[in-house]
């Protein structure tokens, strides 16, 4: 038997098209024995980051086990211009492409192999992401590619006869990619004579199977064998059909819908070598590519863009000749008063994660811009001279940010939020999350919480035992959102700034009633059956189990009819949902959260685009991966939030100052006015953020809040977890309970709040 891999392989990201899982994939090319796997999904590398991650928690098993680790190759099918990728005046001809698998052989080729992706959405979509001729030349260097399936340039001029036009091709991929350009061979030869599946597509893929393996021989191409995998196992093919009925808007019993050979399934080694035993070479080149491949990472550390420092200031040069290298070294891995410096294997691990001292060069220059304006602050909110507390904690704090890398983040963030505020007219938030317990912060305007009033921890912030990006939410009223996104891509570049790709995948209830609708089941029916299915499972035990189709049999008895239905249509819905749920079904743009980044974002990561909701005909930029992993590549997240709350306070102030002749500023409001507090104890507070809902609304009426603290402590306690205290912390607060304290010393935090433990800062203190 010879070795071989699966180079064509679509995963739930070649979406409606593609039915598998990436960890399926990988789990079973790993049973199988196969050494590495490409993914190569339609026009898109959605999936990339995704087999990287998966493949790399494999491995760690693998190396434990003392066997060898599963190599991913990066790749994409791409569609290739007609003609050149600007053109889009003949649907005909222009509105798709030729199909290439494109593969990275090292990190060089995966950057390349991002640009050309890159470029194919920006540039070249018309219909679908295209590239053409001139971008594949440019950005060809460590890229293997294999000349796809009939659809492929090289295949299908040879089935419309026109072997000069094959010739041209072969000969241009062969001057370009050399020995790293291969000819395909696919087989999807239907067996069984009783399946209904797409019969037309062997007898192609034979004819030119047949002149792919002269013109090989003749211009000394080797060529390899692949599947063109849509789906992890053969008993999927029935589901995989449903899942093109959706994609395509037709039923299942439609004559004329568009049909697969249902053989594209990722096969075992065993398979591959039944179906291609009379061309073994072309099963080993598979690993001959395999082998050129490299092993590499493609996350990064934090890539930090550049702010622009005004001229007035200096220079990064002044910088760089008023300090010397051993005292920026020493200045990096010593605390803020320079003192007790970090051994030297963890200061020298420090700074090259920093980037070299060469990049502390820029990090020092703008933390001491960051430095000035946090002072300046400091002295208009807390008074010139400062006092040692404040001029201590500024100190300490900016050197965490400095240690860190992240003084340019900082200067980002106050540089729009102020831009919002003063240029803009837009109403910003008072800021929320961990962001507050930073005196810096408060100095430079982010926030506008005093830290220090109220007892909170720069550590539950940033933390250097705990090496994470800062995260700073930021409210924008509604309508002044878009305004600011705007401003930032003005200012730092349309290239670098993007939104963050989101998945809509099949939950159970959609899968449900999608397969449903296929198989023609009465409406009325999948409806009642759907709604039988709770929002939260749990088992005989009251455990919770996770919300997913086989979970959700177990619990509910009409699920089990359903699955053991005399009506086939409901057996194959609930038979064919179970395979489907989980599948990618569509792509969104993240509500929120943004990308600014040093360099052209596509330098980094794939992006694509998206229709801009708000501006209809306006494409937005966004990275092709999703938030839970893009800031692992070394991208800075920052989270723009419209709230709608910010917009009615906005209008509230304009209709004062409109019928009252008065201007209200916000931030002087004071904290201790009764009768606000009277509105709150009558759970009056329709409008007002997080305290609006019925269950808030309830829990006041009992509390009857007198400070700004009980507020405070109801913002924290109402969310899951923390609940169950509300009523001891009421009745504490009402006199109708003791006031214990498990350790005398813990009265000194836990005060305030009647002895419940409410705030992250209480049990870090």
Excluded at 375 to 390: H, I, Q
Excluded at 682 to 687: F, H, L, P, V, Y
């Amino acid at each position: 038997m010879q070795d071989f891999i699966h180079l064509h392989v679509h995963t739930y990201y070649s979406i409606l098209d593609g039915q598998s899982s990436v960890s399926k994939l990988v789990d079973k090319a790993v049973a199988n024995g196969m050494k590495g796997m490409a993914i190569t999904d339609h026009g898109d590398m959605f999936g990339i980051k995704e087999l990287f991650n998966y493949c790399n928690k494999v491995n760690g098993k693998l190396r434990d086990e003392g066997k060898p680790e599963f190599k991913p190759i990066f790749g994409c099918e791409m569609y290739v211009a007609r003609r050149k990728k600007s053109d889009r005046s003949d649907p005909k001809v222009d509105k798709s492409g030729y199909h290439l698998i494109v593969l990275a052989k090292n990190y060089n080729g995966y950057k390349n192999l991002i640009k050309l992706v890159s470029r194919a959405w920006v540039d070249g979509f018309y219909m679908r992401p295209r590239t053409d001729r001139e971008d594949l030349e440019r950005y060809h260097e460590d890229l293997i590619v294999c000349s796809a399936c009939i659809a492929g340039e090289v295949p299908a001029k040879i089935l419309r006869d026109d072997i000069e036009g094959a010739r041209e091709a072969i000969e241009w991929y062969k001057r370009v990619f050399g020995d790293d350009y291969y000819l395909e061979l696919q087989r999807h030869e239907v067996k069984d004579p009783n399946q209904r599946a797409n019969r037309e597509t062997f007898p192609l893929q034979q004819k030119a199977n047949r002149v792919i393996l002269q013109l090989a021989k003749e211009y000394g191409i080797k060529v390899v064998c692949t599947n063109d995998a849509h789906f992890v196992d053969k008993d999927n093919a029935e589901a995989h059909d449903h899942l093109l009925c959706l994609s395509t808007g037709r039923d299942l019993d439609d004559p004329n819908r568009m049909l697969y050979s249902k053989q594209e399934w990722f096969k075992t080694r065993e398979e591959m070598n039944e179906v291609f035993a009379d061309v073994p070479e072309a099963l080993s080149n598979t690993i001959e590519i395999l082998d050129k491949v490299e092993t590499y990472s493609i996350d990064h550390a934090p890539i930090m863009p550049f702010f622009p420092i005004p001229k007035e200031f200096g220079t990064e040069e002044d910088t760089r000749r008023n300090i010397t290298p051993e005292q920026l070294y020493h200045e990096f891995t010593s605390d803020e008063n320079g003192e007790n410096p970090l051994p030297k294997d963890e200061a020298d691990k420090k700074i090259k994660k920093l980037g070299g001292i060469d990049k502390l060069y820029r990090i020092k220059f703008e933390a001491d811009y960051l430095a000035k304006l946090a002072y300046d602050g400091a002295k208009e909110r807390y008074g010139d001279p400062l006092s040692k507390e404040v001029h201590e904690r500024v100190k300490f704090e900016l050197h965490i940010m400095k240690t860190m890398g992240f003084p340019g983040y900082f200067l980002i963030v106050q540089d729009f939020i102020n831009s919002a505020r003063d240029e803009l007219g837009v109403m910003v938030g008072p800021g929320r999350g961990s962001a507050a317990g930073s005196v810096v912060a408060y100095c430079l305007g982010i926030t506008k919480i005093d830290p220090m009033k109220y007892d909170l921890l720069f550590e539950r912030f940033l933390n250097p035992d705990r090496i994470s990006l800062p995260d700073i939410d930021t409210d924008f009223d509604d309508d002044g959102r878009g305004k600011v996104l705007e401003w930032v891509e003005d200012k730092y570049g349309h290239d670098k700034v993007a939104h963050i790709i989101t998945y809509g995948t099949m939950a159970t209830k959609n899968a449900i009633k999608d397969v449903a609708r296929v198989e023609k089941v009465p409406l009325a029916e999948v409806n009642a059956l759907c709604k039988q299915i709770p929002d939260k499972l749990s088992d005989s035990e009251g455990n919770s189990l996770k919300m997913n189709l086989p979970n959700a049999i177990k619990c509910v008895p009409a699920l089990r009819e359903a699955e053991a239905s005399p009506d086939p249509r409901m057996r194959n819905t609930i038979t064919y949902a179970k395979m489907l749920e989980g599948t990618v079904r569509g792509t969104g743009i993240h509500a929120c959260g943004t990308i600014i980044c040093r360099d052209a974002i596509s330098d980094w990561v794939p992006v694509s685009t998206a229709e801009d909701k708000s501006d209809p005909g306006h494409k937005l930029l966004c990275t092709q991966y999703d938030g839970h992993v893009i800031e692992e590549t070394g991208l800075i997240k920052m989270d723009f939030l419209g709230l709608k709350t910010l917009s009615i306070l906005k209008e509230a102030v304009e209709n004062v100052k409109l019928h009252r002749g008065i201007d209200i500023d916000l931030d002087t409001i004071p904290i201790d006015d009764p009768e606000t507090y009277q509105l709150y104890s009558e759970g009056r507070t329709i409008g007002t953020f997080q305290f609006e809902s019925a269950g808030m609304q309830k829990y006041l009426r009992e509390l009857h809040p007198t400070t700004f603290e009980d507020i405070i402590a109801m913002n924290a306690l109402y969310r899951p977890g923390p609940m169950d205290y509300i009523p001891s912390f009421i009745a504490r607060k009402n006199g109708k309970e003791e006031i214990k304290y498990d350790i005398p010393c813990m009265e000194k935090y836990l005060k305030d709040t009647y002895g419940i433990t409410v705030y992250q800062e209480q049990v870090m203190l």
